[in-house]
Every structure is written in structure tokens, then in C-alpha cells.
């Protein structure tokens, strides 16, 4: 089959950029044509796969996420049976849905003002086009929470929306010489034996809570406090998160790392996996923290906050997060042996189904693309 693969923008550290281009490889390893469609491409390109990337000329966001949209039907290759969209658009056969409702935050969040934006309008339009019960786009979904938020705003028929299950990198579990390994890579990260290693992964630094965990941090008691260290590792602009860091007296022991490829090293190197989101769809990095051997402390609004309580792996926390209660819950999982979570987090990686949404990705394309 020939399919074609949308994505707005490629950024190499990115989830949802992950995910396409694994989709990608494996419909690839089925003997399948791929073309990818983007409007950038940060990184390195992929040899083996045909890559048309358009010129935009709009400023804003919202209007070059209007002519993206725009450009994909009009050099959509007639060759193609599927097209697989990675962000909300207009004429896809097949969404793959790892962005939150639009229509919630514009509804639930914001003013009538607001909602009255190019801004809004072009985001509420673009998403209807893959949600409205007019279109014929089969949707994956990733949360069950957000399907029900999905049919809240936009009545989408059952039979169009597909739950996947998880699919992490299986590179994360903790290798069998991690004994070993974990105090060579600490010394080679300059870590002392006294430290405490906390860890957040992933941009957008307001949104998956930094600064809870920077607060978090400074209620810490001491002497617990002075052994404690926080890396986040993430493109984002980190300012006012170093200026929070300095106002709680703890810039000293905070590094913000920007983007990295030695993820799965660093979470090896860590105590703690930190993602005290304000709003997440899933959090797949928390069970990429948790199959790393780290016990982690998420939000409940993470839709894979679940499977922290279900398998023991650390704390989640509800409602008007504390830097007290935040200091709690570090304290909890920083006191407790680390051979308690490692063996939880080996029989966590050994049982639960949290590998395979590539395959099923790929066989929902498939059947999609044979009709």
C-alpha cells in the first residue's frame, strides 16, 4: 500500500514526533510505501523515506496550521490509499489523537472572547473536521478519558474512535547489568553517592509542572533538602523557571539539561521521576520512568496515572497540588529501598500490555487503507 503521514512540525525530542515516525517505520516493515508531509523538520532527515516538506509563508501558528492543512490536499499524492494525520486537519483517513480536547479549554477555560479569536475559530474548525459527526476520519485514541470528553463536544460515533494501547520504547527498561551500570553513569554525570537524583522529561515546562516540583523541592526538610538535586531535561524556555529556582534558594541544585538523547541513561542515573502536570492526555513518560526503575510522582489528570497506583510505583496526587504535599510525596519515595521499586518496576515491565501500540496503530491503517 501507499500511505501518506502528516505532521506539522518534526521536532527530534518530542512525543507525538515519535510516535509518527515509529508508526511509520513499522507500516514501512510491512512492505508499505511511506511519504512524510510536514511543514518543518528539525534533525535529521530519514534516507529510506520520502519526505516533502512545504514552504509556509502565515505568521502566526494558527494560520500556518490553517495552510499546512491547506497544502496537504492540494499535493496529496492520488496514489495514496491512507492519508495518517498527527494533528487536526481536514481530509485524513486516519487522526491519531495525542492532543487534548481544543474545544474543553476553549469552552471550560476561556472567555466568549476568547472564543471569538482567529486564533480560536481556526482551532475549533480544524478540530471539527476530525471529530464533527460529518467526517469520515477513523481517530486513535490514546485515553479513554478523552473520548468521552471528545463525544462531549462533538457527538463523534463510537465506532470511529479506537483505543490503543500504551507503546513506550522498550530501550527504557532497565538493562540486566543496571547494578553495574547505574554507578558509572552517576560518576559520569558527577553524581555523588549522598545525591538524590529527581528527573522531569518533556517541554512545555508550565504545563507539566516544573514549578511544582521546584516548590515541591524548597518545602523539602532538611538535611533531606541538601542532598537533593533536580535535572530537567526538555526544550523550553527556562527563564522564569531558573528565577523561581533562585527566589527558593535552590538554583544550585536545579539543571535545566534542554534537549537530550541520553533519556534513557539519565532516568538509569535518577531516584525520582517528577510529572506534576496541569493538563496531559497520557504521560507516557511515566511509564517509561517507571519501566526505568523510578518510583513516580504524577497529577491525576495524567490518563496513565493508573498505572502508578495499580503497580505501586510512587504517589500520584488530586486537586490543589501543595508544595507540601509534593514535599511529602518526595520524601515517601526518596526514604524507600531502591531494590523495592526496581523489582515492582521488572514485574510492571514483564505483565502489562504497554509496548505494542505501534502494531496496532499499524493494523488500524491498514484496514483502513484496504476500504
Known amino acids: 500500500m501507499n500511505l501518506g503521514f502528516a505532521l506539522f512540525n518534526y521536532f527530534p525530542y518530542g512525543g507525538l514526533e515519535r510516535d509518527m515516525l515509529t508508526f511509520a517505520r513499522v507500516c514501512q516493515g510491512r512492505g508499505h510505501d511511506i511519504t512524510i508531509y510536514t511543514g518543518e523538520w528539525q534533525g535529521d532527515k530519514p534516507e529510506d523515506i520520502r519526505l516533502i516538506q512545504f514552504e509556509l ?22 496514489k495514496h490509499h491512507a492519508m ?19 474545544a474543553e479549554k476553549a469552552f471550560e477555560e476561556r472567555n466568549i472572547f476568547y472564543r471569538m479569536t482567529p486564533r480560536c475559530r481556526t482551532y475549533l474548525a480544524l478540530e471539527k473536521s476530525v471529530f ?24 463523534t460515533p463510537h465506532e ?16 540486566s547489568n543496571y547494578d553495574e551500570m547505574r554507578p558509572k553513569l552517576r560518576a559520569h554525570y558527577g553524581l555523588k553517592d549522598t545525591d538524590y537524583l529527581m528527573i522531569c522529561v518533556g ?53 535545566f539539561l534542554g534537549a537530550r538523547d541520553d533519556v534513557a541513561q539519565l532516568l538509569w542515573s535518577a531516584d525520582a521521576f517528577l510529572h506534576l502536570a496541569y493538563s496531559e492526555n497520557t504521560g507516557t513518560v511515566l511509564l ?43 520524601t515517601h519515595v ?38
Open 132 to 155: 464533527g459527526c460529518d467526517s469520515k476520519t477513523e481517530i486513535m485514541m490514546i485515553s479513554k478519558a478523552q473520548i468521552d470528553v471528545y463525544r462531549r463536544y462533538y457527538q
Open 288 to 330: 517509561e520512568g517507571m519501566v526505568a526503575g523510578l518510583p513516580v510522582i504524577a497529577t491525576d489528570v495524567c490518563g496513565y496515572a493508573h498505572y502508578i497506583v495499580d503497580n505501586e510505583m510512587g504517589c500520584v496526587l488530586g486537586g490543589a497540588v501543595t508544595p507540601n504535599q509534593v514535599a511529602e510525596a518526595m
Open 84 to 102: 495518517v494525520g498527527f494533528n487536526k486537519m481536514p481530509g485524513l483517513d486516519v487522526y491519531y489523537a495525542a492532543d487534548v480536547c481544543y
Open 160 to 175: 470511529r474512535l479506537h483505543l490503543l494501547p500504551p507503546g513506550i520504547n522498550r530501550e527504557r527498561i532497565m538493562p
Open 203 to 255: 517541554s512545555d515546562f508550565q504545563r507539566k509542572g516544573v514549578d511544582r516540583a521546584l516548590r515541591g523541592m524548597a518545602a523539602l526538610r532538611e538535611p533531606l533538602r541538601d542532598h537533593v538535586k533536580l535535572w530537567v531535561a526538555g526544550r523550553d524556555n527556562d527563564k522564569p523557571f531558573r528565577a523561581l529556582a533562585r527566589k527558593l534558594g535552590i538554583e544550585t541544585q536545579v539543571s
Open 57 to 78: 509563508h502565515a505568521y502566526s501558528n494558527h494560520a500556518r496550521a490553517n495552510e499546512f492543512a491547506v497544502r496537504l490536499q492540494q499535493a496529496r499524492d492520488p
Open 334 to 371: 526518596l526514604k524507600e529501598k531502591r531494590s523495592v521499586w526496581h523489582e515492582r518496576s521488572r514485574l510492571f515491565s514483564d505483565k502489562a500490555d504497554i509496548f505494542s501500540m505501534p502494531q496496532h496503530a499499524a493494523d488500524l491503517i491498514e484496514q483502513v487503507a484496504s476500504h
